[in-house]
């Protein structure tokens, strides 16, 4: 895959729509999350994938959830987007002090979600299938999650991958003691 921008000498002309985004999303093409990280435009669009993957992932969850899956399952994805984002941002930016904003970040781990779009598939009554395209999706996340990071932060893999580790960590920590303070108010 090219480390080159979109649109750039020998890329195809401008910017792609938001398909051409999800589906290179989801293809895991690093110029994808390097194009929306440039494009101070693609924030609603960033925003209309963590959507669309929340209804995914409500959906696949509605079969044992009900209708509070669904909402469960959007409301998930976009605080989840929020949280991973704010961590990401502290340890990239301001712990190791990469380049990156806020913002940058936010457009482009918004595209980290393509790949649970997938989880509509899911809903075809298959145990099995649907056990191995949860973890394709677990997988694909993952490395859409590294290459997201390295194109936001303008750093190696190695370093990407680091970060990522050390985001996914924190996340957990983070939700750990959340839902301790939850579960100790309720």
């Given amino acids: 895959m090219s480390e080159q921008p979109y649109g750039e000498a020998g890329g195809a002309p401008g910017p ?10 989801i293809k895991l093409d690093a110029s994808v999350f390097e194009e ?5 435009d693609a924030i609603g669009q960033a925003a209309g994938v963590v959507g669309l993957a929340g209804i995914a992932n409500g959906l696949a969850a509605a079969g044992a959830l009900g ?20 961590v990401v941002w502290l340890i990239g930016v301001r712990l190791f002090k990469h380049t990156s904003d806020f913002e940058e970040l936010l457009r482009t781990l918004g595209f980290v979600f393509a790949p649970q779009i997938l989880l509509v598939i899911g809903l075809i009554p298959f145990a099995l299938l649907q056990a191995v395209l949860g973890l394709a999706v677990l997988v694909m996340t993952v490395v859409a999650f590294i290459r997201a990071v390295r194109q936001a932060l303008d750093v190696d893999t190695g370093r990407a991958f680091f ?14 003691l959340l839902r301790g303070l939850v579960g100790g108010i309720v």
Avoid: K, N, P, Q
């Fill in 163 to 176: 970060v990522s580790a050390m985001a996914v960590v924190a996340y957990l920590l983070l939700a750990v």
């Fill in 36 to 40: 929306v990280e440039h494009d101070g």
């Fill in 67 to 86: 209708t509070g899956g669904l909402v469960a399952g959007i409301i998930g994805s976009f605080l989840g987007w929020l949280l991973w984002t704010g």
């Fill in 16 to 25: 792609r729509t938001f398909v051409e985004r999800v589906i290179g999303a």
